[in-house]
Structure formats: structure tokens, C-alpha cells
């Protein structure tokens, strides 16, 4: 017992004696949008394999996820970075879509990744979303068309930040990814920020600098290495440049949380973000002014609480 108490003591003042002073916030928390906008669904049961356009719980605004006007809508209500899901066609372009497959979400069928660019262009995007458990849908015949791909979005939105989770990750995806952002300019692949697969986060940062990159590997190493260290303001080389998002239960074993923690990922040219895109927004989970960042699939929720 003696011990742990002189081994407790012994922390302690290590503790006292090595800490550095409190830095202070430089920013408050950003706004990423999910998808552009999307409305409210249902995810009890959904897996990887999951349709989710049929499990809507209702219809809160005119907007079809990753499409142009739902971008260009999420930005007019105050995100300042959007999430897209981009697939690599047959034709090595790279599309802004979700799934797989078509046969949920659209009027066509097969693998996403074996059609060309444009093939998906003459889609209707909202064909296949329905109100779960009824044979309402709100959005059949209003998605013709809407397919975009990641060129246009940049073009579209020329000064925005964009967070890309890529869901085709095989080696020609990768090839075609890489080859189109060494087409950019260094300030353009600096607007991009990547999360997803390790082998597509190895590939990015084995050429670019400039986007901020996250996976479940990085994750690891950033926030153990953090829980460990962090006692002593040490932020590990692992977690900087980098867009760091969790869940909300996680953040009480994280040291300074949540204005610490923030103040010093911000001061190692890191963002972080509550991950929030299957649940209301809650206020009470809204650390914004502490500078910890709201990754939500409730943009309009978060504005109507907001603005009362």
C-alpha cells in the first residue's frame, strides 16, 4: 500500500514540476457538414452493407446529399468544410457518391465503380430514397442529373475546404486519385483533407503535405500516444497536421479536454471535431467556444437551435 501511495506522490510531482503553462484557443471549433446535407434517417440495424435511403424519418429540407445544391446550401448555413464520399468510375473519374452499389439510391443497378462518369451523370441521385416504413418517395424524379464529381465541386466552390473519404480504395483508385492532385496546386490540395483507408492515407501523405489526414491506425497512435504524454503538454508528432475526429464519450480520457486539448492540436495545425453525423444536434454537446469542432449530419438542426 506504502507503495502506490509514494508511486501516486511521485507522479504527482512530476506532474507539478514538468507541466508547461495553459495555451490559449486561437480559434473557436469548426463546422464540417456530412454529406453536404442529409436528411434525418434512421441507422438502428445499418452496417457497411446498409441502404440508408429508404430509412428516412421524414424530409426537413429540398436537399439531395452529395450533389451540388446541397453543398452549396450547407455553406450558406454556416459549414466551413463539407464531407463527400467519392467513387473512382470506370473511366477513372471521381465521382461524388456514397455507395457501392446503385441499385439503392438511384434508377440504375450495378457497381458504382464499374460505370463511367458519365453513365451515373444520367441518374436520378433521388430515385431511391423513401420514408422507412411506407411507400413514400420524396425526392423520385428529383436527382436527374445531379451527379457531380470532385473537379466540379473544386471548380464550383473555389476558396472552400472539402473532407474526402474515399470509397473506392483499390491500387487503380489510388493511382487516379494521386494523379489528380498532383495536378492541383499546393494551396488546392490544402483546401482537401482526407479520412478513411490507411493504404489511401499512405499514398497521400508519401507525395503531398499540404491535406490534413486521418485514419483508425493514426488514431491510435495520435491518442494513446496523447493519453500517455499528455500530462505534460506533450502533443505527439502523430497527431499533428492532422483533422482529428472521435466520438464525444471518448474525449474524457483525452488531458486538457476540451480547451486544452484543442489549444494545442490548433497550435500543431490540427482540427479537431465531435464525430455527430447519426444523431441530432444536441446543444449540450456543442464545445464550439472550446474550440472543439462539430462533424454533424444535423446542419439545420444546429442552426434553428442556434439562432432561438
Request: aromatic share 10%.
Amino acid at each position: 500500500m506504502k507503495k502506490w501511495i509514494v508511486s501516486g506522490l511521485f507522479v504527482v510531482v512530476l506532474v507539478v514540476l514538468f507541466r508547461q503553462p495553459d495555451i490559449e484557443l486561437s480559434d473557436k471549433g469548426r463546422i464540417i457538414s456530412y454529406k453536404g446535407l442529409v436528411q434525418p434517417t434512421s441507422y438502428v440495424g445499418v452496417d457497411n452493407d446498409s441502404c440508408t435511403a429508404n430509412k428516412l424519418i421524414s424530409v426537413e429540407h429540398p436537399y439531395i446529399e452529395n450533389t451540388l445544391p446541397a453543398i452549396a446550401r450547407a455553406f450558406e448555413l454556416g459549414a466551413d468544410k463539407i464531407h463527400l464520399n467519392v467513387q473512382v468510375t470506370a473511366d477513372n473519374k471521381l465521382a461524388i457518391f456514397h455507395d457501392w452499389t446503385l441499385d439503392c439510391r438511384t434508377d440504375g443497378k450495378g457497381v458504382t465503380s464499374k460505370q463511367s462518369m458519365d453513365y451515373l451523370k444520367t441518374l436520378d441521385l433521388g430515385y431511391g430514397y423513401r420514408i422507412a416504413g411506407s411507400e413514400l418517395y420524396p425526392f423520385r424524379g428529383k436527382g436527374l442529373g445531379l451527379m457531380t464529381s470532385l473537379p466540379e465541386v473544386m471548380q464550383h466552390f473555389p476558396e472552400k475546404d472539402f473532407l474526402i473519404n474515399m470509397k473506392t480504395k483499390q491500387p487503380r483508385a489510388i493511382k487516379v486519385l494521386v494523379g489528380y492532385l498532383a495536378g492541383l496546386s499546393a494551396t488546392e490540395r490544402g483546401r482537401l483533407s482526407f479520412i478513411g483507408d490507411q493504404q489511401i492515407m499512405d499514398a497521400v501523405s508519401e507525395q503531398f503535405a499540404e491535406p490534413r489526414l486521418y485514419s483508425q491506425e493514426i488514431a491510435k497512435q495520435c491518442l494513446l500516444g496523447y493519453v500517455l504524454l499528455g500530462w505534460s503538454t506533450y502533443y505527439p508528432e502523430s497527431c499533428r497536421h492532422k483533422t482529428i475526429i472521435l466520438p464525444e464519450k471518448y474525449g474524457k480520457y483525452l488531458w486538457g479536454w476540451p480547451s486544452q486539448f484543442a489549444a494545442r492540436a490548433q497550435a500543431n495545425n490540427s482540427q479537431v471535431y465531435l464525430y455527430q453525423t447519426s444523431e441530432p444536434y444536441r446543444v449540450n454537446s456543442d464545445l464550439r467556444t472550446k474550440g472543439i469542432g462539430l462533424f454533424t449530419g444535423d446542419l439545420p438542426g444546429l442552426v434553428k437551435a442556434t439562432a432561438d
